[in-house]
């Protein structure tokens, strides 16, 4: 076996990391980009208090995850502090990924007071008027801002999270340096997956070439930067990450490249989950192939026994060339870009130059 088949074993090839539950459809905001096309208006059928609790303990037999308690707007749901409390109290790891607009001094303080290590902020673009008409809502960026304010006050961890597109390709070193100067512990950047609202712009997605030049130059940033960065809905990253590793001379130091070093790229279905405002669990969010409904069956039994989350555990079974890719294991392509274009979940990544050698 080649040795970067090596990076990522069987045996913790399906350790659950993180989970993002979309708490709550419901937004304030207009995204270009949603997944979801989240609107202004309660959606029936979301998990109640006592659900919520429910899963979270089902969760919890499972492991230690991290949990993304998302949207929507994670803060337009009432008894969110809540329900991060009690993830809190049972031993999980609660982070919050509002967009900002909300958040005021009062909520920062719950937040704290839950138990929310860190929340994620998007900024995608680094002017008023860019972010604004990405996020399809006057005043977003002024939102943002003020939030990550509120936050900082609290004592809360905040990162910026950023989707990259045609529209913003330019302004992401701005972006970047905007999270600095903010204080941000972390800058996450996150390519174009054309699902949703996002499928109305796939005109806007940045090309293989794009890509590929865009994540060198991220990885470039990482001796240039106190900030942690990571690459999500990127898995070409991660194979970069080792070229350019081994074109220097080195090995993939796993002190300074943190998780990014042990991680996966794509990890929908062995290391992360999505579950939806209904229940229903999917790899990923971009990836709409429901795996189970935890209203009817027991989360731990969907996360072992779901034939979509097996077959993506078993390297044999992708296709094209990242089935002969010596990079499947530390890279996966992403599968909800490769369902999106050939309605195969299983399909080679649709955005990458790389030619691979046998495996």
């Known amino acids: 076996m080649h040795p970067e088949k090596q990076v990522l074993t069987n045996k913790h090839s399906h350790i659950l990391r993180l989970v993002a539950w979309e708490t709550t459809r419901r937004c304030n905001l207009s995204c270009v980009h949603c997944r979801a ?17 429910k899963l979270l303990d089902q969760i919890r037999e499972v492991g230690e995850p991290i949990i993304i308690l998302t949207g929507g707007e994670p803060l337009l749901r009432p008894d969110i502090f809540d329900i991060a409390a009690y993830g809190t109290s049972i031993g999980l790891r609660m982070v919050m990924a509002p967009n900002g607009t909300l958040i005021t001094r009062e909520n920062a303080l719950k937040m704290k007071a839950s138990g929310i290590k860190r929340i994620s902020i ?3 673009g680094a002017t008023k008027e860019s ?7 006057e005043g977003a960026y002024d939102g943002a801002l003020n939030g990550i304010a509120r936050a900082k006050e609290a004592g809360i961890d905040f990162q910026i999270n950023t989707v990259i597109t045609q529209t913003n390709l330019k302004e992401i070193p701005s972006i970047l340096a905007l999270a600095e100067s903010l204080g941000a512990v972390a800058h996450h950047i996150f390519l174009l997956v054309p699902t949703g609202r996002g499928k109305y712009i796939v005109d806007q997605e940045i090309n293989a070439q794009e890509y590929e030049k865009t994540l060198n130059w991220f990885y470039d940033q990482r001796e240039k930067t106190s ?23 080195k090995k993939v130091n796993f002190d300074t490249h943190g998780l990014d070093a042990v991680t996966r790229g794509c990890l929908a279905g062995t290391g992360f989950c999505f579950i939806s405002h209904v229940g229903r669990v999917q790899t990923c969010g971009f990836l709409d192939v429901t795996c189970g409904d935890i209203k009817k069956t027991h989360f731990k039994e969907v996360w072992e026994n779901s034939e979509v989350f097996n077959r993506l555990r078993n390297i044999d079974n992708y296709e094209g060339k990242c089935g002969v890719c010596e990079y499947t294991r530390v890279c996966g392509g992403c599968r909800a870009r490769a369902y999106e274009a050939t309605g195969n979940y299983m399909a080679e990544e649709p955005l990458c130059t790389y030619q691979p050698g046998k495996r």
Do not use: M, N
Request: hydrophobic share 30%; aromatic share 10%; net charge negative.
């Open 37 to 53: 096309a989240a609107e202004d208006h309660d959606y029936p059928d979301e998990l109640d208090t006592t659900a919520s609790f």
């Open 122 to 124: 998007s900024i995608d």
């Open 131 to 137: 972010h604004d008409r990405f996020r399809g809502v």
């Open 227 to 249: 900030l942690q960065l990571k690459a999500t809905c990127a898995p070409h990253y991660y194979r970069i990450l080792r070229q350019r590793a081994k074109e220097e001379g």
